[in-house]
Protein backbone atom coordinates (compact mmCIF):
# COMPACT_ATOMS: atom_id res chain seq x y z
CA UNK A 1 0.00 0.00 0.00
CA UNK A 2 0.74 3.77 -0.03
CA UNK A 3 3.15 5.00 2.64
CA UNK A 4 2.17 8.18 4.42
CA UNK A 5 5.10 9.56 6.15
CA UNK A 6 4.29 12.11 9.41
CA UNK A 7 7.03 14.02 11.23
CA UNK A 8 8.41 14.37 14.20
CA UNK A 9 6.66 11.42 15.86
CA UNK A 10 6.61 13.19 19.23
CA UNK A 11 7.57 16.77 20.34
CA UNK A 12 7.53 19.03 23.46
CA UNK A 13 7.49 22.45 23.06
CA UNK A 14 7.31 25.40 25.25
CA UNK A 15 3.94 26.93 25.98
CA UNK A 16 3.57 29.87 23.90
CA UNK A 17 5.66 28.48 20.59
CA UNK A 18 5.10 27.50 17.60
CA UNK A 19 5.57 23.46 15.69
CA UNK A 20 5.42 22.29 12.75
CA UNK A 21 4.12 18.62 11.80
CA UNK A 22 5.19 17.14 8.43
CA UNK A 23 2.83 14.72 6.46
CA UNK A 24 4.47 13.36 3.37
CA UNK A 25 3.05 11.17 0.87
CA UNK A 26 6.04 9.00 -0.23
CA UNK A 27 5.08 6.72 -3.29
CA UNK A 28 2.27 8.95 -4.54
CA UNK A 29 0.65 12.07 -5.47
CA UNK A 30 -2.08 13.60 -2.85
CA UNK A 31 -4.22 16.26 -3.75
CA UNK A 32 -5.61 15.89 -0.71
CA UNK A 33 -4.93 15.59 3.02
CA UNK A 34 -6.61 15.29 6.16
CA UNK A 35 -5.27 16.21 9.40
CA UNK A 36 -7.04 14.27 12.68
CA UNK A 37 -6.02 15.03 16.27
CA UNK A 38 -6.92 12.57 19.27
CA UNK A 39 -7.30 13.70 22.54
CA UNK A 40 -6.69 10.91 25.66
CA UNK A 41 -9.38 7.89 25.57
CA UNK A 42 -10.89 9.70 22.66
CA UNK A 43 -11.68 9.24 19.12
CA UNK A 44 -10.16 10.72 16.37
CA UNK A 45 -11.66 14.08 15.16
CA UNK A 46 -11.15 15.74 11.34
CA UNK A 47 -9.82 19.22 12.17
CA UNK A 48 -8.86 19.95 8.42
CA UNK A 49 -8.98 19.37 5.10
CA UNK A 50 -5.99 20.18 3.41
CA UNK A 51 -6.04 21.03 -0.37
CA UNK A 52 -3.05 21.27 -2.70
CA UNK A 53 -2.45 24.88 -4.22
CA UNK A 54 -5.77 26.43 -2.38
CA UNK A 55 -6.88 27.07 1.25
CA UNK A 56 -7.36 24.65 3.92
CA UNK A 57 -10.82 23.63 4.80
CA UNK A 58 -11.27 23.58 8.57
CA UNK A 59 -14.33 21.55 10.70
CA UNK A 60 -16.08 23.59 13.01
CA UNK A 61 -14.78 24.53 16.25
CA UNK A 62 -11.06 24.33 14.80
CA UNK A 63 -9.12 27.51 15.22
CA UNK A 64 -7.91 28.33 11.37
CA UNK A 65 -5.26 30.94 12.69
CA UNK A 66 -3.94 28.76 15.50
CA UNK A 67 -3.86 25.76 13.24
CA UNK A 68 -2.30 26.66 9.98
CA UNK A 69 -2.25 24.49 7.28
CA UNK A 70 0.11 24.50 3.89
CA UNK A 71 -0.25 22.51 1.68
CA UNK A 72 2.31 23.30 -0.86
CA UNK A 73 2.81 20.27 -3.34
CA UNK A 74 1.12 17.52 -4.05
CA UNK A 75 3.21 14.98 -1.70
CA UNK A 76 3.88 17.43 1.40
CA UNK A 77 1.26 19.26 3.70
CA UNK A 78 2.35 20.98 6.77
CA UNK A 79 0.09 21.61 9.99
CA UNK A 80 1.62 24.82 11.98
CA UNK A 81 0.44 24.80 16.00
CA UNK A 82 0.92 28.34 16.50
CA UNK A 83 1.51 29.64 20.13
CA UNK A 84 0.86 26.45 21.84
CA UNK A 85 -0.67 25.52 25.22
CA UNK A 86 -1.40 22.92 27.45
CA UNK A 87 -4.84 22.22 26.35
CA UNK A 88 -2.87 21.61 22.37
CA UNK A 89 -1.57 18.78 24.23
CA UNK A 90 -2.72 15.96 21.50
CA UNK A 91 -1.90 13.05 19.35
CA UNK A 92 -2.21 14.63 15.51
CA UNK A 93 -2.53 12.50 12.61
CA UNK A 94 -2.36 13.07 8.99
CA UNK A 95 -4.06 10.81 6.10
CA UNK A 96 -3.66 11.04 2.27
CA UNK A 97 -6.39 10.44 -0.38
CA UNK A 98 -4.50 8.15 -3.18
CA UNK A 99 -7.91 8.75 -5.02
CA UNK A 100 -9.05 4.93 -4.66
CA UNK A 101 -11.25 3.22 -2.16
CA UNK A 102 -8.57 4.21 0.99
CA UNK A 103 -6.93 6.60 3.22
CA UNK A 104 -3.35 6.28 4.07
CA UNK A 105 -2.37 7.63 7.35
CA UNK A 106 0.89 8.45 8.78
CA UNK A 107 2.15 7.66 11.89
CA UNK A 108 1.00 10.44 14.13
CA UNK A 109 2.63 13.27 16.21
CA UNK A 110 2.61 12.66 20.23
CA UNK A 111 2.73 16.45 20.94
CA UNK A 112 2.84 17.96 24.36
CA UNK A 113 2.92 21.54 25.52
CA UNK A 114 4.73 22.16 28.77
CA UNK B 1 -25.94 13.91 10.36
CA UNK B 2 -24.20 10.58 9.61
CA UNK B 3 -22.49 8.94 12.49
CA UNK B 4 -21.06 5.74 13.53
CA UNK B 5 -21.20 3.99 16.81
CA UNK B 6 -19.38 1.35 18.61
CA UNK B 7 -21.17 -0.03 21.02
CA UNK B 8 -18.78 -1.78 23.86
CA UNK B 9 -16.08 1.07 24.88
CA UNK B 10 -14.41 -1.91 26.06
CA UNK B 11 -14.25 -5.71 25.53
CA UNK B 12 -12.20 -8.39 27.09
CA UNK B 13 -11.65 -12.22 25.60
CA UNK B 14 -9.26 -15.03 26.09
CA UNK B 15 -6.74 -16.25 23.91
CA UNK B 16 -8.09 -18.43 21.78
CA UNK B 17 -11.93 -17.50 22.12
CA UNK B 18 -13.66 -14.95 19.41
CA UNK B 19 -13.89 -11.62 19.26
CA UNK B 20 -16.99 -9.51 18.46
CA UNK B 21 -16.56 -6.14 17.63
CA UNK B 22 -20.29 -3.94 17.05
CA UNK B 23 -20.23 -1.09 15.30
CA UNK B 24 -23.96 0.65 13.87
CA UNK B 25 -24.05 3.31 11.24
CA UNK B 26 -26.70 5.79 9.74
CA UNK B 27 -28.05 5.17 6.47
CA UNK B 28 -28.29 8.41 5.22
CA UNK B 29 -27.09 6.72 1.65
CA UNK B 30 -24.83 4.13 0.94
CA UNK B 31 -21.47 4.34 3.02
CA UNK B 32 -18.25 3.14 2.57
CA UNK B 33 -16.92 1.48 5.71
CA UNK B 34 -13.97 0.97 7.38
CA UNK B 35 -12.73 -0.87 10.72
CA UNK B 36 -8.40 0.24 11.96
CA UNK B 37 -6.41 -0.71 14.35
CA UNK B 38 -4.67 1.57 16.59
CA UNK B 39 -1.74 -0.61 18.67
CA UNK B 40 -0.31 2.14 21.81
CA UNK B 41 1.29 5.06 19.96
CA UNK B 42 1.11 4.10 16.47
CA UNK B 43 -0.26 5.22 13.62
CA UNK B 44 -3.44 3.46 11.88
CA UNK B 45 -3.41 0.09 10.48
CA UNK B 46 -6.33 -0.63 7.91
CA UNK B 47 -7.89 -4.37 8.87
CA UNK B 48 -10.65 -4.35 6.09
CA UNK B 49 -12.88 -2.11 3.96
CA UNK B 50 -16.74 -2.45 2.25
CA UNK B 51 -17.03 -0.43 -0.49
CA UNK B 52 -20.39 -1.71 -2.16
CA UNK B 53 -18.86 -5.06 -3.39
CA UNK B 54 -19.38 -8.33 -1.19
CA UNK B 55 -20.80 -7.85 2.06
CA UNK B 56 -18.82 -10.22 4.00
CA UNK B 57 -15.23 -8.55 4.25
CA UNK B 58 -12.28 -10.58 4.90
CA UNK B 59 -9.48 -8.61 6.12
CA UNK B 60 -6.02 -8.84 7.53
CA UNK B 61 -4.44 -11.15 10.24
CA UNK B 62 -7.84 -13.14 10.08
CA UNK B 63 -10.43 -10.61 11.10
CA UNK B 64 -13.74 -10.38 9.10
CA UNK B 65 -16.82 -8.12 9.33
CA UNK B 66 -20.07 -8.38 7.37
CA UNK B 67 -22.19 -5.28 6.02
CA UNK B 68 -25.85 -5.84 7.24
CA UNK B 69 -28.10 -2.98 5.27
CA UNK B 70 -30.92 -3.98 7.01
CA UNK B 71 -29.79 -3.92 10.41
CA UNK B 72 -27.08 -0.95 9.69
CA UNK B 73 -24.19 -2.98 11.49
CA UNK B 74 -20.97 -3.76 10.19
CA UNK B 75 -19.25 -5.62 13.30
CA UNK B 76 -15.49 -7.14 13.15
CA UNK B 77 -14.76 -10.81 14.10
CA UNK B 78 -12.48 -13.06 14.46
CA UNK B 79 -12.76 -16.32 15.15
CA UNK B 80 -9.52 -17.02 17.70
CA UNK B 81 -8.22 -14.00 19.34
CA UNK B 82 -4.06 -13.51 19.95
CA UNK B 83 -2.27 -11.61 22.57
CA UNK B 84 -1.42 -9.43 19.65
CA UNK B 85 -4.57 -8.27 18.77
CA UNK B 86 -4.76 -6.19 21.76
CA UNK B 87 -5.17 -2.88 20.39
CA UNK B 88 -8.10 0.24 20.21
CA UNK B 89 -10.27 -0.55 17.05
CA UNK B 90 -11.94 2.38 15.09
CA UNK B 91 -14.68 1.54 12.80
CA UNK B 92 -15.33 4.29 10.50
CA UNK B 93 -17.55 4.90 7.63
CA UNK B 94 -17.14 7.53 4.77
CA UNK B 95 -19.98 9.44 2.73
CA UNK B 96 -19.78 10.42 -1.06
CA UNK B 97 -16.51 9.22 -1.39
CA UNK B 98 -14.64 6.77 -0.61
CA UNK B 99 -11.64 8.61 1.51
CA UNK B 100 -13.79 11.84 1.64
CA UNK B 101 -14.66 12.97 5.60
CA UNK B 102 -14.28 9.69 7.34
CA UNK B 103 -16.24 9.67 10.67
CA UNK B 104 -14.51 7.82 13.46
CA UNK B 105 -16.61 5.82 15.81
CA UNK B 106 -15.20 6.38 19.74
CA UNK B 107 -12.85 3.49 19.68
CA UNK B 108 -12.80 -0.15 20.82
CA UNK B 109 -9.95 -0.97 23.62
CA UNK B 110 -9.88 -5.12 22.83
CA UNK B 111 -7.93 -6.85 25.70
CA UNK B 112 -6.63 -10.75 25.03
CA UNK B 113 -6.40 -12.10 28.57
CA UNK B 114 -3.72 -15.24 28.33
Known amino acids: GAVVSQHPSWVICKSGTSVKIECRSL??????MFWYRQFPKQSLMLMATSNEGSKATYEQGVEKDKFLINHASLTLSTLTVTSAHPEDSSFYIC??????????FGQGTRLTVV | AQSVTQLDSHVSVSEGTPVLLRCNYS??????LFWYVQHPNKGLQLLLKYTSAATLVKGINGFEAEFKKSETSFHLTKPSAHMSDAAEYFCVVSYGGATNKLIFGTGTLLAVQP
Open chain 2, 27 to 32: SSYSPS
Open chain 1, 95 to 104: SADQGGTEAF
Open chain 1, 27 to 32: DFQATT
